[in-house]
């Protein structure tokens, strides 16, 4: 099984509709009267308001839509009168609706693995609530709810003015509950990139924490369409700022990791927030690497001459070594090259540069100490940031456990490098130390 879970998008109608279409038809066969409403809900016109809001997440075996689910964070007016019970509390929370799944992919984890995507898309948000309600004849949803450790906490009536039956059974989670709130990690991206940095640390890190938030930060990622025109310092700050005490509050201990600009916000979160360890990567406190093309024209040149003496010598592994070397350095570069392409040549970019210079400024202004344990790696092949930056973070960290690792043959995309090991081996050593 291949499934994936993505944002869905209006070329995903028809794909919707069919979910639905085997949703409504098993409920009219149960004889249960949700989704039989006279009003066709929920029918195209729901979905497009849906989709138009990035709510949807739909669930794909290959091409094919096979499962969907909407996450909305507006607050329901028929949540504010429950009977027969209570909410857990009143934060702010976000809501679980129109939960569906293609006939022949009924009970083969279709519907967890939109639930658990549910659960990371709030969480992102830096929410920590989600409510659901179900018709009481849909025994299977209330089975899933329960086993999700959603909690039932009473009846709620729709008001939508077309239903056959408005009677709801209530449920209500709280995902970072009390008996997880140990050791959180905050991931803060970069400068027009967005979470995706740190895909290929997520799995290890969900195995250390009990919370791996990977920050969006304003005009950034695909909840905000990419729309670098909100992006701006006095958002930027305010929003990470929020998100750590946030995690503060349920956390007792926090780890903080920023990439490139977000290296440059978690140093300077240091310095007004506690916290326990400190990981930056390739952080962005200075930038714009006037040696860059030198040392990568170098780079080169040396590895290739050692690869025509291993040719020379018909030392097979040592020739493979070095062409897998510049191999990985050749597509690093055109990855890096294709990210100016795709974001920096680009209407927005002038603005949103300025942005970012003032977000940097603003985190050098008073960064005169790191007192926390702290990690920093940066590639002798960055591109954008130059290697005094990671010496100035070394020389002002405090702290006896300080380590500066450079690397060989790593440009600025670090842990997206082909040869990112290394990186991530040193990671999560300086985690479990």
């Not at 995903?12 to 098993?26: F, R």
């Not at 090259?337 to 300025?354: C, E, M, Q």
């Amino acid at each position: 099984m291949n499934y994936r879970v993505r944002k869905g998008q209006i070329e995903d109608l028809p794909g919707i509709i069919d979910v639905i279409k085997d949703a409504k038809e098993l409920f009219r066969s149960s004889g249960s009267t949700q989704w039989q409403d006279t009003d066709g809900y929920p029918n195209n016109q729901t979905f497009i308001k849906d989709l138009a809001e990035n709510e949807v997440l739909v669930c794909t075996d290959e091409d094919k839509i096979i499962g969907v689910l909407v996450v909305s964070f507006q607050e329901e007016e028929c949540y504010k009168d429950i009977v027969q019970g209570q909410w857990l509390n009143d934060n702010h929370y976000a809501v679980i609706h129109r939960l569906a799944v293609k006939k022949e992919y009924y009970r083969q984890g279709v519907a967890k693995k939109l639930l658990d995507q549910a659960e990371y898309v709030v969480l992102e948000k830096g929410i920590f609530d989600i409510k659901a309600d179900t018709h009481e004849q849909n025994i299977s949803m209330q089975h899933l709810l329960e086993s999700y450790d959603y909690t039932y906490v009473g009846v709620i009536y729709l008001l939508r003015p077309d239903v056959l039956e408005k009677k709801r059974l209530a449920y209500h989670k709280i995902i970072a509950h009390k008996r997880n709130m140990e050791k959180a990690i905050l991931l803060i991206h970069g400068f027009l990139s967005d979470m995706t940095d740190f895909d290929v640390l997520i799995p290890h890190l969900e195995t250390r924490y009990d919370l791996v938030h990977r920050i969006v930060l304003p005009g950034h990622g695909p909840e905000n369409d990419y729309n670098y025109d909100k992006f701006n310092k006095e958002d930027t700050f305010k929003h990470l700022t929020k998100t750590f005490d946030d995690l503060h509050r349920r956390y007792k201990e926090i780890d903080v990791m920023g990439f490139s600009m977000g290296g440059a916000l978690a140093s300077c979160l240091s310095s007004f927030r506690n916290f326990n360890k400190l990981i930056l990567l390739a952080p962005a406190n200075k930038y714009f690497n006037p040696k860059a093309l030198i040392t990568t024209t170098e780079f080169s040149a040396r590895n290739f001459s050692s690869l025509e003496k291993a040719i020379l010598k018909k030392e097979p592994k040592e020739q493979e070594a070095y062409k897998n070397l510049l191999k990985a350095v050749a597509s690093d570069s055109t990855t890096g090259f294709g990210f100016v392409l795709r974001k920096y040549l680009r209407s927005y970019i002038w603005k949103a540069y300025k942005e970012f210079k003032d977000i940097v400024l603003n985190c050098n202004k008073d960064l005169v100490e790191i007192k926390n344990p702290v990690l920093i790696c940066w590639g002798k092949l960055d591109q954008l940031v130059p290697k005094q930056s990671v010496e100035f973070l070394y020389s002002i960290c405090t702290n006896p456990n300080r380590q500066l690792k450079i690397y060989e043959g790593i440009t600025h995309l670090m842990l997206m490098s082909q040869n990112y090991e290394p990186i991530l081996q040193d990671i999560l050593e300086f985690i479990d130390s």
